[in-house]
């Protein structure tokens, strides 16, 4: 058997094509014509019409379709081919998973799948994509070229009528969903108010050429059904009348006769299509999610807040002079927001302020309310603040007021690309998560930053306008300046339990991405051996100090505890810096803040291939910049800082040129700058 694949590119695939030609090479069955057909962007033709004519070129016993971003398991045509031998003259539909990743990493995870929760759903009329169609039953189809979105319907329906489908339940086709729907969507992703009149259109074509048009009937009613009042689905809910009459319009010429099929609120939400009574659809569809929210509202205290919130606490008056705080989702009292804190309850005594913390019981300097991010005082406060100062993304729930400020202060200067400069997104939602960042980073008013390496950077990866970014420095690295560091730093040892006659090593590595046990939960594996530190105990004490997304993850035996405190939880990281001598770190932002205070700095990157070069890529080159030496084992870590002078030595000016480029605008007086640059706001 031979097969044809015929692969519609409307563009370059943003660089996926290669990927997609790349996973058909690499399957054991061999006997395979590709056929690409691309698009003219100049004169551009359409999806259909590329199909239409790779099938005028098909010759093979067998033709599959393809999009050029989307690649294939490993051995997905092995299994499908192997479905055709038995069942000759059938359809083989290779089942097809969303995929937000790269095809070489989605070879890792193959089998393992953690990031694909969502099967692409069974409906036999959604796509051609991934099916091994016996060529002889594509004799007189074609797809509609004056579709640009569902030309598949009718050329579906047409086909199904010919044979059966059989499911190839071992192979996976992978359909790239793009993680950039703001600049780079797929046709899937693309918002076009004409969707609805082309859905509407292609199914009442699929149903005229049909002799028995039941399937696209019922299709129609579970179409509606599931996008009204199935689960907590409330797409229908933001339709227009237009749309809604769409529908009303194309149940009642064409899907009545299925509506006996249904029971209950689905027939009650059908019926009403079918009449034409638009009102009542959107009043069943809200009483069934009201009744959903009820039960929300007994079951969660966080729903219960969040109707306060925006029944009443966001038609309240915004309160002049009351500025809240909010540091890592209140996990600390820390970071740039504790500077501007600290600076202004000296500046401007006469503003009334607020901390968000989980734990109240942080002590805090100054006149400062303390408020439980768990409470309905935090969601008042957040909701009737003139200034809101944070250091990571605002709540997902939060909607910025008339008269009300947002100043964004971020947690660090990056090398790891971040949001619109990530090819492949592994944080929680990811497929929201480009989209969601660009609103919120719209409710920002204003941005701080670094240096001008940060600004360029968070420009291009947030897609930031830069008049509204303050080239400060950062007011978390005022404290690095003070000049009572060392009696600082002494005190600290004290109160921690430190040994003082040891020099004290700080490691602090960030998260990985792809580590996830679920939504926003992060694990993390110790990759810097213990045991061979320990040899160095007699000079040594460590100190671990882990992303706060990963904070909680790290269990020490009673053996390592004698020359490693885990810090992990500790409020604030600058504390840290003022009583270590030496960092290890790895692609975390502290070695920026560090190299203000000119001491030793090492990077344990075991895994740098795979972090640059699959789960985020850097702004520069590590290898080239870094203001000190690159390891990859535990025992060049444990060499070097047995000779830690000579390494300090080897990299100074390496680390000079570092300090000069992302170190020059902190001077201990980033706080003022940003307090008087967000007062002319």
Same mark, same amino acid.
């Not at 690499?26 to 690409?36: H, V």
């Given at each position: 058997?031979?097969?044809?694949?015929?692969?519609?590119?409307?563009d370059?695939?943003?660089?996926y094509?290669?990927?997609?030609?790349?996973?058909i090479?690499?399957?054991?069955?061999?006997?395979?014509?590709?056929?690409?057909?691309?698009?003219?962007?100049?004169?551009p033709?359409?999806?259909?019409?590329?199909?239409?004519?790779?099938?005028?070129?098909a010759?093979?016993?067998?033709?599959?379709?393809?999009?050029?971003?989307?690649?294939?398991?490993?051995?997905?045509?092995?299994?499908a081919?192997?479905?055709?031998l038995?069942?000759?003259?059938?359809?083989?539909?290779?089942?097809? !998973?969303?995929?937000?990743?790269?095809?070489s990493?989605?070879?890792?995870?193959?089998?393992?799948?953690?990031?694909?929760?969502?099967?692409?759903?069974?409906?036999?009329?959604?796509?051609?994509?991934?099916?091994?169609?016996?060529?002889?039953?594509?004799?007189?189809?074609?797809?509609?070229?004056?579709?640009?979105?569902?030309?598949?319907?009718?050329?579906?329906?047409?086909?199904?009528?010919?044979?059966?489908?059989?499911?190839?339940?071992?192979?996976?086709?992978?359909?790239?969903?793009?993680?950039?729907?703001?600049?780079?969507?797929?046709?899937?992703?693309?918002?076009?108010?004409?969707?609805?009149?082309?859905?509407?259109?292609?199914?009442?074509?699929?149903?005229?050429?049909?002799s028995?048009?039941?399937? *696209?009937?019922?299709?129609?009613?579970?179409?509606? $059904?599931?996008?009204?009042?199935?689960?907590?689905?409330?797409?229908?809910?933001?339709?227009?009348?237009?749309?809604? &009459?769409?529908?009303?319009?194309?149940?009642?010429?064409?899907?009545?006769?299925?509506?006996?099929?249904? &029971?209950?609120?689905?027939k009650?939400?059908?019926?009403?299509?079918?009449?034409?009574?638009? !009102?009542?659809?959107?009043?069943?569809?809200?009483?069934?999610?009201?009744?959903?929210?009820?039960?929300?509202?007994?079951?969660s205290?966080?729903?219960?807040?969040?109707?306060?919130?925006?029944?009443?606490?966001?038609?309240?008056? /915004?309160?002049?002079?009351?500025?809240?705080?909010?540091?890592?989702?209140?996990?600390?009292?820390?970071?740039?927001?504790?500077?501007?804190?600290?600076?202004?309850?000296?500046?401007?005594?006469?503003? !009334?302020?607020?901390?968000?913390?989980?734990?109240?019981?942080?002590?805090?300097?100054?006149?400062?309310?303390?408020?439980?991010?768990?409470?309905?005082?935090?969601?008042?406060?957040?909701?009737?603040?003139?200034?809101?100062?944070?250091?990571?993304?605002?709540?997902?729930?939060?909607?910025?007021?008339?008269?009300?400020?947002?100043?964004?202060?971020?947690?660090?200067?990056?090398?790891?690309?971040?949001?619109?400069?990530?090819?492949?997104?592994?944080?929680?939602?990811?497929?929201?998560?480009?989209?969601?960042?660009?609103r919120?980073?719209?409710?920002?008013?204003?941005?701080?930053?670094?240096n001008?390496?940060?600004?360029?950077?968070?420009?291009?990866?947030?897609?930031?306008?830069?008049?509204?970014?303050?080239?400060?420095?950062?007011?978390?690295?005022?404290?690095?300046?003070?000049?009572?560091?060392?009696?600082?730093?002494?005190?600290?040892?004290?109160?921690?339990?430190?040994?003082?006659? #040891?020099?004290?090593?700080?490691?602090a590595?960030?998260?990985?991405?792809?580590?996830?046990?679920?939504?926003?939960?992060?694990?993390?594996?110790?990759?810097?051996?213990?045991?061979?530190? #320990?040899?160095?105990?007699?000079?040594?004490?460590?100190?671990?100090?882990?992303?706060?997304? *990963?904070?909680? &993850?790290?269990?020490?035996?009673?053996?390592?505890?004698?020359?490693?405190?885990?810090?992990?939880?500790?409020?604030?990281?600058?504390?840290?810096?003022l009583?270590?001598? /030496?960092l290890?770190?790895?692609?975390?932002?502290?070695?920026f803040?560090?190299?203000?205070?000119?001491?030793?700095?090492?990077?344990?990157?075991?895994?740098?291939?795979?972090?640059?070069?699959?789960?985020?890529?850097?702004?520069?080159?590590?290898?080239?910049?870094?203001?000190?030496?690159?390891?990859?084992?535990?025992?060049?870590?444990?060499?070097?800082?047995?000779? $830690?002078?000579a390494?300090?030595?080897?990299?100074?000016?390496?680390?000079?040129?570092?300090?000069?480029?992302?170190?020059?605008?902190?001077?201990?007086?980033?706080?003022?700058?940003?307090?008087?640059?967000?007062?002319?706001?």
């Open positions: 058997m031979t097969l044809d694949i015929i692969i519609a590119c409307l370059d695939g943003n660089g094509l290669q990927e997609c030609l790349d996973s090479s690499a399957q054991a069955f061999k006997d395979i014509t590709i056929i690409l057909e691309k698009d003219d962007p100049q004169a033709r359409g999806v259909a019409a590329m199909r239409n004519k790779g099938l005028q070129s010759g093979s016993d067998y033709v599959m379709f393809m999009d050029c971003d989307d690649y294939l398991s490993r051995t997905a045509l092995t299994s081919m192997y479905e055709a038995k069942n000759p003259g059938s359809i083989i539909r290779i089942p097809r !998973k969303r995929s937000l990743h790269k095809y990493v989605q070879l890792v995870n193959e089998g393992v799948e953690r990031d694909l929760r969502e099967n692409m759903p069974r409906s036999f009329y959604d796509t051609c994509l991934g099916q091994l169609i016996p060529r002889r039953l594509l004799e007189g189809l074609s797809f509609e070229e004056n579709y640009r979105y569902y030309s598949d319907i009718p050329f579906l329906a047409r086909l199904y009528e010919r044979t059966d489908v059989v499911i190839a339940e071992d192979a996976r086709y992978y359909k790239r969903v793009h993680n950039d729907p703001v600049n780079y969507p797929s046709l899937d992703q693309e918002i076009n108010p004409e969707r609805f009149t082309e859905y509407c259109a292609a199914m009442r074509l699929a149903a005229a050429g049909m028995d048009p039941r399937p *696209i009937q019922d299709y129609i009613c579970q179409f509606l $059904i599931s996008r009204t009042i199935v689960g907590r689905s409330q797409k229908a809910a933001g339709w227009s009348d237009r749309d809604m &009459n769409s529908f009303a319009a194309l149940v009642k010429e064409v899907a009545a006769p299925a509506i006996g099929d249904f &029971n209950g609120e689905s009650r939400v059908l019926t009403a299509f079918k009449n034409g009574r638009i !009102k009542k659809v959107r009043r069943l569809i809200r009483l069934h999610h009201r009744r959903l929210k009820l039960h929300d509202l007994f079951r205290a966080h729903q219960r807040r969040l109707l306060f919130y925006n029944k009443l606490f966001r038609r309240l008056p /915004v309160k002049k002079d009351l500025v809240m705080f909010s540091s890592f989702f209140g996990r600390n009292y820390a970071d740039s927001p504790r500077a501007i804190y600290e600076y202004m309850a000296v500046n401007y005594p006469g503003k !009334k302020y607020v901390w968000a913390l989980n734990d109240t019981r942080i002590e805090l300097p100054g006149h400062c309310k303390r408020v439980d991010t768990h409470t309905l005082k935090y969601f008042r406060y957040l909701a009737t603040a003139e200034l809101f100062v944070t250091n990571v993304r605002q709540p997902e729930w939060y909607v910025k007021r008339e008269g009300a400020k947002l100043l964004q202060t971020w947690h660090g200067t990056p090398l790891k690309r971040l949001v619109f400069d990530l090819q492949d997104v592994y944080a929680a939602k990811p497929l929201e998560y480009k989209r969601f960042f660009f919120q980073a719209c409710e920002w008013d204003a941005l701080v930053s670094d001008a390496f940060s600004t360029a950077a968070f420009q291009s990866a947030f897609r930031y306008p830069k008049e509204k970014i303050i080239e400060t420095g950062y007011p978390r690295n005022d404290i690095l300046f003070a000049p009572d560091i060392r009696d600082r730093a002494e005190a600290l040892k004290k109160k921690l339990g430190l040994p003082l006659n #040891k020099k004290t090593v700080l490691y590595p960030t998260w990985r991405d792809d580590e996830t046990e679920g939504i926003a939960e992060y694990g993390f594996t110790l990759k810097l051996d213990l045991k061979k530190l #320990k040899k160095l105990s007699d000079r040594y004490h460590f100190i671990l100090r882990t992303h706060y997304l *990963i904070s909680e &993850n790290l269990n020490l035996t009673e053996d390592e505890k004698r020359f490693v405190t885990d810090l992990s939880s500790y409020n604030d990281i600058a504390e840290l810096y009583l270590s001598d /030496v290890i770190t790895d692609y975390s932002s502290t070695f803040d560090y190299a203000n205070l000119n001491r030793p700095i090492l990077f344990y990157v075991y895994d740098l291939e795979k972090y640059r070069d699959e789960l985020h890529g850097f702004y520069f080159d590590m290898e080239e910049e870094c203001p000190g030496p690159l390891y990859r084992r535990t025992e060049e870590v444990v060499d070097a800082l047995r000779d $830690i002078d390494v300090s030595a080897e990299y100074a000016q390496r680390y000079e040129a570092f300090r000069q480029k992302y170190c020059s605008l902190d001077d201990g007086h980033a706080s003022k700058r940003v307090v008087s640059a967000v007062m002319r706001l």
